[in-house]
């Protein structure tokens, strides 16, 4: 069983900074593609940003452009998520996800590209 961990959520400020981190758990397994994704209640998950392994090429929702940052940590294990500026509308529960085949970037905007996904972190931004 592939598991996702997040972790790095909390609560801060308007303009503060956290970063979130996706470590895998359980058997190893080898992904081409990781994401992050966000969800408030009421709402359909929404994407955050995806880093695809095979070029280190990214994407990113328009709404965290410029403020965001995703990468990886240890040699395509751990993928990280840089969050500065953040603001209220960032409040969310934050999941990470993971996708064993070959992907072109566009689809890894879409959580169905995905085969494993965290439990999810929770970020509170205070105005």
């Known amino acids: 069983q592939v598991q996702l961990v997040e972790s790095g959520g909390g609560l801060v400020q308007a303009g503060g900074s956290l970063r979130l981190s996706c470590a895998p758990s359980?058997?190893?397994?080898?992904?081409?593609?990781m994401g992050w994704f966000r969800q408030v209640p009421g709402k359909a998950r929404e994407f955050v940003a995806a880093?695809?392994?095979?070029?280190?090429?990214?994407t990113y929702a328009d709404s965290v452009k410029g403020r965001f940052t995703i990468s990886s940590v240890n040699a395509k294990i751990v993928v990280s998520l840089q969050m500065n500026s953040l603001q209220p509308e960032d409040t969310a529960v934050y999941y990470c996800?993971?996708?064993?085949?070959?992907?072109?970037?566009?689809?890894?905007?879409?959580?169905?590209?995905?085969?494993?996904w965290g439990q999810g972190t929770q970020v509170t931004v205070s105005s």
């Open positions: 996800a993971a996708r064993s085949r070959l992907a072109f970037l566009p689809d890894l905007r879409g959580a169905g590209a995905y085969d494993y």
């Open positions: 359980g058997r190893t397994f080898s992904s081409s593609a």
């Open positions: 880093i695809r392994w095979s070029d280190s090429s990214t």
